[in-house]
C-alpha cells in the first residue's frame, strides 16, 4: 500500500484512538474546556470524543473521505482553544507536563495540513 493510501487511514487511527481517549480518560480532557464555554466541561469532552469517532469513521470510508477530511482540519482549528487554555492552565504543573502542554500548541499546525492534504488527495480520484 502506498504511503498515500495508508495516510487517510492513519489520520483515522489518531482520531479514533482519540475519541476513544475522551470516553476511556474523560477527567484529563475536562481540564482543557476552556471555562468561557456553556455547560459542563465532561460534555464538551465527551462531545468531542463523539466528533473525532465520526471524523475517524468517514475518513475511513472512501466515499465520505473528502468532507470528513475538510472537517477534520476545521475540528483541529476548533480545538485549538482548549490547547491554548490548557498551556495557560498548567503554567505551574511539573515541567514535564507544562513542556507537554505547551508542545501541543505548534502540533495543531501538522494536523490541519495533515486533514487538508487527505483531502485534497481525494479531489484528484
Do not use: C
Request: proline share 9%.
Amino acid at each position: 500500500m502506498a504511503r498515500s493510501e495508508r495516510s487517510p487511514l492513519l489520520l483515522a487511527g489518531l482520531l479514533a484512538t482519540a475519541g476513544v481517549a475522551h470516553f476511556a480518560a474523560p477527567k484529563q480532557f475536562d481540564a482543557t474546556i476552556p471555562k468561557a464555554l456553556p455547560g459542563s466541561p465532561r460534555a464538551w469532552t465527551y462531545g468531542s470524543g463523539a466528533v473525532e469517532l465520526a471524523l475517524a469513521a468517514g475518513i475511513a470510508l472512501p466515499r465520505t473521505r473528502k468532507a470528513a477530511a475538510r472537517a477534520a482540519a476545521a475540528f483541529f482549528v476548533g480545538v485549538f482553544p482548549a490547547n491554548v487554555q490548557m498551556a495557560v492552565d498548567w503554567q505551574k504543573r511539573p515541567e514535564p507536563l507544562r513542556t507537554a502542554a505547551l508542545a501541543r500548541l505548534p502540533l495543531q499546525i501538522p494536523l490541519v495540513l495533515w486533514a487538508r492534504g487527505v483531502a485534497r488527495n481525494e479531489e484528484g480520484r
